[in-house]
């Protein structure tokens, strides 16, 4: 009999605790919390997305935002991590994502975004982004994400001391001559250009500047419409240039990140960094004035294009707390939040309207560019191509960096091509 008690007993407890453990699992998802995910984690990025998330607070102080960063520039590690939940069922509420291939190809087309049109349009603020930026966060005429900036990929910062001790008194228009400052800088003990690619893609992002170069905004466009074979001889011509550039980087590249990379810069060690503008509020939250301590022009070759990497945050459908995502969507899509996020972060605002007072020289000059040179979709800042592209891409130009064999890297690059379906003939 007492016996049966206990059995009955300890039936009703675990009943209990299961019943408990539902319910709390229930109330978990409705929590009043946004959980973001970025990369954004120092130099100027995490500085940035701090000033959006105080915003944020200022406007819902019950919501408890949850800044859930994966560290690696580019997105080198926080992409996979992302991935890998979204995939799972698990999204955060919003993300950051490049417009363009990144988030059409890996997320929308798979059908795990929910459009966000409507909103836009609610927001009043649907017609107020560039078209060509709008239609990268676009899929059948629909809206996916909300653009927070635009920056520039193909930009070279140098360090005005030392370019005055060289006697570089004038922005070097092509690779020929901007080599011969190279050669000047490491004649009088400096590096020449600074590179960190410990993470892979930044030897990508120095390769996509040069081979824009070499083809012109109008073909370097072509290769994504296959409209131009990648057997076009300027690609070769972009590999034999960056094999005479390579002498003149840091031998220790392959231990440094990005922001170490600018670093060699600020601290005097090396004269010039190809890098995206990033690197510009970097060297701001380094101390840094534009124009006064350091300068920059766009990348050899290519001052009548701009490298086009815009950072928008969008809508999972699995989003557990879709009422604060769509809050955080809005914030990022006024001009209040563009205006405050980007004189930090080094981009310029995809709003049109925004404040351009509130911005410095530098931006100042890459939102005149913006406007007036054509605009060209990055490789390794997934605007271009699909992943697998850019993923073997990334890897040929790395082997590349070591071992400097141009035909090898073209038969990479060739192959990389036809097998995603471009023009390889
Ligand atoms: C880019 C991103 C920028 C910046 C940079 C370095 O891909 O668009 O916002 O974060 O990586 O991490």
New binding site residues.
Partial sequence: MVKKWLVVLLVAVVSVGILGLFVAGSFAGTKNELEIFS??TGGG?EEGLNALIKLFHQLYPDVKVINATVA????TNAKAVLKTRMLGGNPPDSF?V?AGMELIDTYVIPGMMRPITKYMKEWGAYNKFPKAILDMCSYKRNVYSVPV?V?RGNVVFYNKKIAAEIGMTKPPKTWKEFIKYLKLAKKHGYIGLALGDKNK?TALHLFEDIMLGKLGPKKYNGLWKNKVSFNDPAIKAALETMKEVLPYINTDHSAMT?QDATRLVFSGKALANVM?D?AEGYLKTLGWKPGKQFGWFAVPETSNAFMV???TFGLPKKAPHPKNALRWLKLLASVKAQDVFNPI?G?IPARLDADKSKYDVYLRWSMHDFATVALCP?I???SAAPEGFVTALNDVINRFVTKKNVAQAMKGILQDAEDNGYLVK
């Fill in positions: 990369w954004w990025e690696g520039g580019a997105g950051q490049h900036n920056h893609w990005w995206g990033w990497v815009s950072d972060k981009s990055s390794i800042h997934g």
